[in-house]
């Protein structure tokens, strides 16, 4: 059973600080690993992927991925209350079209 | 371009009852999906299809057929409706481009039986 873990929060910041969001997964196989922002009410958006160990940054955004501690996370740059969601983290096994999705951390941004 | 759009957007059935959701995608993606997400349980996929005329189970595909009509027409059929059955339904499309393939989500049908 693949599995992936996120922390349920919620996890509150002040406006401008740095969110920090995490994510660990079972399977070794995983090739690529997607954070998605799910507004209360609203369907999953996909703010951004990563599948290369390191960082990738998009505007505020940075997804993390270390492999051989099967950790992946997102950091959210000078927070913003628009922000405030709660955040999923999917991840996909190799030759695979299926997303396994953690249960995801609600994030407040607090002004 | 209007993405992934799903109809209904809120249903209440009664035990028993049938009725099909809808979902179709304009992004000319090869494969699309059905999820149920529940109150602390997250995102689980119910059927698959990774592309026009082959589907297969995900992880919860008891109570529930699904049909692809089409590239762009995915439904899924709850043939005798339960009350385990009351969840948020999403559908969602991908374009299978390989590791970086990303799928895309539909509105959600609110899904009510009593």
Not at chain 1, 37 to 47: H, M, T
Request: positive net charge; aromatic residues 12%.
């Amino acid at each position: 059973q693949k599995e992936v873990e996120q922390n349920s929060g919620p996890l509150s910041v002040p406006e401008g600080a740095i969110a920090s969001l995490n994510c660990t997964y079972s399977d070794r196989g995983s090739q690529s690993f997607f954070w998605y922002r799910q507004y209360s009410g609203k369907s999953p958006e996909l703010i951004m992927f990563i599948y290369s160990n390191g960082d990738k940054e998009d505007g505020r955004f940075t997804a993390q991925l270390n492999k051989a501690s099967q950790y992946v996370s997102l950091l959210i740059r000078d927070s913003q209350p628009s922000d405030s969601a709660t955040y999923l983290c999917a991840v996909k096994g190799a030759g695979s079209y299926q997303l396994t999705f953690g249960k995801g951390t609600k994030l407040s941004v607090i002004p | 371009n209007a993405g992934v759009t799903q109809t209904p957007k809120f249903q209440v059935l009664k035990t028993g009852q049938s009725m099909t959701l809808q979902c179709a995608q304009d992004m000319n993606h090869n494969s699309m999906y059905w999820y149920r997400q529940d109150p602390g349980m997250g995102l689980r996929l119910i059927y698959y299809s990774a592309s026009e005329g082959t589907t297969d189970k995900g992880e919860v595909p008891n109570g529930y057929n699904v049909s692809r009509l089409n590239k762009r027409e995915f439904s899924l059929r709850l043939e005798s409706a339960a009350p385990s059955q009351t969840s948020v339904y999403f559908c969602a499309s991908g374009s299978l481009a390989g590791i970086t393939d990303t799928q895309y989500f539909g509105p959600g049908t609110r899904l009510t039986v009593l």
